[in-house]
């Protein structure tokens, strides 16, 4: 079976960091776009970063260019989201997807969501 299990979604205080893993079992993950999303109280969920399956185009969100950074680390078949310099508005339940080619793409596949909350 094809699994996507995130963790490192956490309580942190504004201007800290939190490193989102999203391991993958049933597949491989570089044979594919990976991507992250997230979803504020309230909000649709939106694209935070993505990066194709090529590894040629990496795609962030304006509101978090500069602080966080995707990658994967095929050996492990996991992908990360290290977020860096975390603002209240980086509150939201964080999505890993995969499962499609390209960033403009859909994902078919997606883990079950882990809390990140920015707060003093």
């Known amino acids: 079976q094809l699994h996507l299990v995130e963790s490192g979604g956490d309580l942190v205080q504004p201007g800290g960091s939190l490193r989102l893993s999203c391991a993958a079992s049933?597949?491989?993950?570089?044979?594919?776009?990976i991507g992250w999303f997230r979803q504020a109280p309230g909000k649709n969920r939106e694209v935070v970063s993505c990066?194709?399956?090529?590894?040629?185009?990496?795609y962030y969100t304006d509101s978090v260019k500069g602080r966080f950074t995707i990658s994967r680390d095929n050996a492990k078949n996991t992908m990360y989201l290290q977020m860096n310099s975390l603002k209240p508005e980086d509150t939201a339940v964080y999505y890993c997807a995969t499962g499609y080619y390209y960033c403009s793409g859909l994902p078919l596949y997606w883990g079950q969501g882990t809390q990140v909350t920015v707060s003093s």
């Open positions: 049933g597949f491989t993950l570089d044979n594919y776009a």
């Open positions: 990066i194709s399956a090529s590894n040629r185009s990496t």
